[in-house]
């Protein structure tokens, strides 16, 4: 039997490797709390929040994220690509996720502003209308994604080649149309 907690505030914990299987949360808040040692397994989280959190390493399986915001969290090398994709919904703000995997996920309006977002994993992913605000994605792979209305305006270093992914009417700045001719080695200067 799965437990449930409504509308509840969490601060500064340490949580066990197996301290949120077969839970549900909803409109909960997070704040200061350690994720590191998780391995979460039949999780949901439907509008809860994560603030200052650590998720680095964590192992998230079976889990659902609907409606969940992370506001200066450290998610590094964590896979979400096992996450129930049913109304799968996050948004990322004042984030570190450096080594994160997203494949395979529909990802539709998602956010990420301010974040570190190195050597992310984006490949088979629909990012449709997902707005990356002032994030770096330096070394991010971009393969057979969909990033159709797509914002990377003020985002940088990323590479994405526009033969190997679906970028209709997806947003560029100027200095980021660099990172759509990368694999032709050209040199542009201005």
């Known amino acids: ?6 509308d509840q505030a969490y601060s500064d914990e340490v949580y066990t490797e197996d301290a949120f299987n077969l839970r549900e949360f909803e409109a909960c808040t997070f704040t200061g709390c350690d994720f590191t040692r998780c391995n979460f397994i039949g999780v949901a989280f439907t509008d809860c ?4 959190c650590d998720f680095s390493g964590a192992r998230i399986n079976h889990v659902a994220f609907r ?9 590094l090398d964590v896979n979400f690509s096992m996450c129930d994709k049913l109304i799968f919904e996050i948004h990322f703000k004042d984030c570190t996720l450096d080594f994160a995997k997203f494949y ?19 490949m088979n992913t629909d990012l449709t209308n997902v707005l990356f605000d002032n ?11 969909t990033a159709i209305k797509a914002n990377f305006t003020t985002s940088y270093n990323f590479s994405i ?8 009417k997806a947003s560029f700045s100027l200095a980021g149309l660099k990172g759509l001719l990368d694999k032709h080695e050209l040199v ?3």
């Not at 929040?49 to 200052?52: D, L, S, V």
């Not at 080649?161 to 209709?168: A, C, M, R, S, T």
Request: charged share 20%.
């Open 1 to 6: 039997m799965t437990d449930y907690f409504h």
């Open 49 to 52: 929040t994560f603030i200052n």
């Open 67 to 75: 409606g969940v915001s992370f506001i200066d969290c450290q998610v």
């Open 104 to 122: 395979d996920l529909k990802m539709k309006g998602t956010t990420f502003t301010n974040c570190s977002m190195i050597a992310l994993d984006f």
């Open 135 to 145: 994030c770096n994605l330096h070394k991010s792979v971009f393969n057979n994604t």
């Open 161 to 168: 080649d526009p033969e190997k992914n679906k970028i209709k």
């Open 188 to 190: 542009i200067r201005g």
